[in-house]
């Protein structure tokens, strides 16, 4: 029968003695950070060699020595955490304790980490949740997925093996507010761009349950920073007829983009989405259904103005003459159009800069000039009419929109 443990103890060295099932007597003892044992026929030899092996470590200088209670409670420790270092596993749960106020709370912490779900997450690296992620919106509009990608790439390209559910709102406020690449701080709009991707992506992380489903990740708890009041750039009526002409004359095939973008007000996006099948040409309307409107996920009908509907339209009466002299297409607009225009329009100098969303920018404000209510207005354009009140105030007169709605007919 398995004799009692017996502990021997000098100088702050313990060794253990203990007999096996074999009958033969154990040793145990800690060296060098390392677990020690020998054996003995007899307890009383086992004794002996205990009290031996303690008294040589309590005498040896320079050495640091635990118990036997001790090292199997380090040993218990290791495997708890696993290949981690253990001055760094210490160092991470003094932090925590500290941040908790007190050991006493560790228990609280971790239930209110399990009601809020974070038990239950998928650990899954950002890299991981990027490329998912990407390939899922691969059927979104080329210029809308390029600046997520690069936003998401850059991410996790920097710290992709950190969890998904580990970022924190101070690491991604680092993120988003870094450096720009000539070394420029983003400005408000730059860095709420950055944002609004961050929320899409970990909103969708959130649904495949790599974010917690009942807290609020950090792109919901970060504020947005605050945009001054800003007067869109939009072209000039002069500018938007020399357009019109060097793109008849040059790259007719570019003229659609041209139209849906200056007088029916629509995003890059829905444009490319667009099928010539919307069209009402008898009610004279453009019917913008959910699958074509994305971003807000909403239908509106947008009414064609008679210069559009000239120039669209075609003296043939064919809806397609717009999109294409060469070749027949069921889409309105080819997805290089805009790089194409752009770079017509500067070589033969209508413009020198490219704003951003110029075309939609510059419907929306003629359309208020022309008189239009902003809740109509915002209804056509697909905006809310908080945003139509905030970005869209640029003095112009009647005769500037009615101007406009003119041009090529």
């Not at 060295?13 to 020998?38: C, I, N, P």
């Amino acid at each position: 029968m398995k004799s009692d443990v017996q502990i021997v103890s000098f100088g702050g060295v313990s060794a253990r003695v203990s007999q096996r099932g074999d009958g033969l007597f154990m040793v145990r003892w800690r060296e060098a950070k390392r677990g020690r044992s020998t054996t003995s026929t007899t307890r009383e030899g086992a004794l002996k060699l205990a009290k031996a092996k303690v008294r040589e470590l309590a005498g040896k200088t320079g050495s640091r020595m635990v118990s036997v209670i001790e090292a199997e409670a380090i040993e218990g420790l290791k495997d708890l955490v696993g290949n981690r270092s253990l001055p760094a596993v210490v160092e991470q749960l003094r932090d925590a304790v500290h941040r908790l106020g007190g050991w006493e709370h560790l228990g609280r912490a971790v239930d209110g980490y399990v009601k809020a779900g974070h038990g239950r997450v998928k650990r899954t690296p950002l890299a991981e949740a990027v490329r998912e992620f990407l390939k899922a919106h691969e059927g979104s509009a080329r210029l809308y997925l390029a600046g997520m990608r690069k936003e998401l790439e850059a991410a996790a390209e920097s710290f992709g093996a950190v969890l998904v559910s580990d970022l924190d709102e101070a690491m991604l406020k680092a993120w988003i507010g870094r450096k720009n690449q000539d070394g420029s701080d983003p400005g408000p709009r730059f860095y709420n761009n950055r944002l609004a991707t961050w929320k899409t992506f970990l909103n969708r992380c959130r649904t495949w349950g790599m974010v917690a489903k009942d807290h609020p990740h950090p792109g919901e708890t970060l504020r947005r920073a605050k945009e001054a009041d800003r007067v869109p750039e939009i072209w000039t009526v002069p500018q938007v007829r020399q357009a019109l002409q060097v793109v008849l004359e040059h790259e007719p095939q570019c003229l659609s983009y041209l139209v849906l973008g200056c007088w029916l007000g629509m995003r890059p996006f829905e444009m490319q989405r667009l099928k010539w099948s919307a069209f009402d040409w008898e009610r004279g309307y453009v019917d913008i259904g959910p699958e074509v409107a994305k971003k807000t996920m909403q239908q509106r009908f947008i009414p064609i103005p008679e210069n559009a509907r000239k120039l669209l339209y075609g003296r043939h009466h064919d809806p397609r003459w717009g999109v294409s002299f060469k070749r027949r297409a069921k889409g309105c607009v080819r997805t290089h159009d805009q790089a194409h225009l752009v770079a017509l329009l500067k070589k033969h100098g209508v413009l020198d800069e490219w704003p951003q969303d110029v075309m939609r920018h510059s419907y929306i404000s003629y359309r208020l000039a022309q008189g239009h209510g902003r809740g109509q207005v915002a209804e056509w354009a697909g905006n809310s009419e908080a945003v139509i009140r905030a970005r869209y105030r640029r003095p112009l007169r009647k005769e500037d929109g009615e101007a406009w709605f003119q041009v090529g007919l």
